[in-house]
Nanobody
Framework: QVQLVESGGGLVQAGGSLRLSCVVS????????MGWYRQAPGKQRELVAS???????NYADSVKGRFTISRDGAINTMYLHMNNLRPEDTAVYYC????????WGQGTQVTVSS
């Protein structure tokens, strides 16, 4: 069973930056298009960014220009670089596949203060 472990969240002031990491236990899962998701309190989980095995990326309009998704297949790790953070970015962030989903990890909390 594929395990996904997210890390790198924290408390940051508006305008600050964070880098999230996602370690995937099975390298074969990294052959899929991968994504970063987030879930704010009282809201549904949403996809914020995705990256194909070839490196093609897509972003939600709300994060475009501020977030950058990347992946390093050699170490089974995916990243989300978040710049110019806003209070509305506060959420638990998760990684997973895009069309192929594994069990969800515990996520990493990102809190942006105004």
């Amino acid at each position: 069973q594929v395990q996904l472990v997210e890390s790198g969240g924290g408390l940051v002031q508006a305008g600050g930056s964070l880098r999230l990491s996602c370690v995937v236990s099975d390298s074969r899962f990294m052959f899929n298009t991968m994504g970063w998701y987030r879930q704010a309190p009282g809201k549904q989980r949403e996809l914020v960014a995705s990256i194909t095995s070839g490196g093609g990326t897509n972003y939600a309009d709300s994060v475009k220009g501020r977030f950058t998704i990347s992946r390093d297949g050699a170490i089974n790790t995916m990243y989300l670089h978040m710049n110019n953070l806003r209070p509305e970015d506060t959420a638990v962030y998760y990684c997973n596949g895009f069309l192929t989903l594994a069990s969800w990890g515990q996520g990493t909390q990102v809190t942006v203060s105004s």
